[in-house]
């Protein structure tokens, strides 16, 4: 229950913070908005190698699209998961809410 909520406010921290948010939703939600604009949605879907990474440390879920990616990592984060910088990295790429603070709270720099 408090997960869930954690993972909305997430994605309401998201919405709020990315002019992208909409771009890194589901292939038939991001067609809903009236959006032809796919770049962000095939970045993400054609990462493998960042998607089997997601996958392995948030969860199969969080593969999704770029908006779960980001949502289920702020959860993870705000419980106080350890997650590795590449998941930082691609969270930072991903316009998660807070990710400067975030990064600068763990004490490491983000690839790139
Ligand atoms: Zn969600």
Do not use: W
């Not at 054609?46 to 779960?68: F, H, M, N, Q, V």
């Amino acid at each position: 229950m408090v997960d869930t909520i954690i993972h909305e406010i997430g994605h309401f921290n998201h919405r709020n913070t990315s002019s992208n948010y909409k771009k890194m939703l589901k292939l038939q939600e991001i067609m809903n908005c009236g959006i032809r604009d796919f770049s962000i949605f095939i970045k993400f879907l054609t990462g493998k190698k960042s998607r089997k990474l997601i996958k392995k440390e948030i969860s199969p879920y969080a593969t999704s699209s770029a908006a779960e990616f980001v949502a289920c990592t702020f959860s993870a984060i705000i419980r106080g998961k350890k997650l590795s910088p590449e998941i930082y990295n691609l969270y930072k790429i991903y316009e998660g809410p807070f990710a400067d603070l975030f990064i600068k709270q763990n004490k490491f720099n983000v690839l790139q």
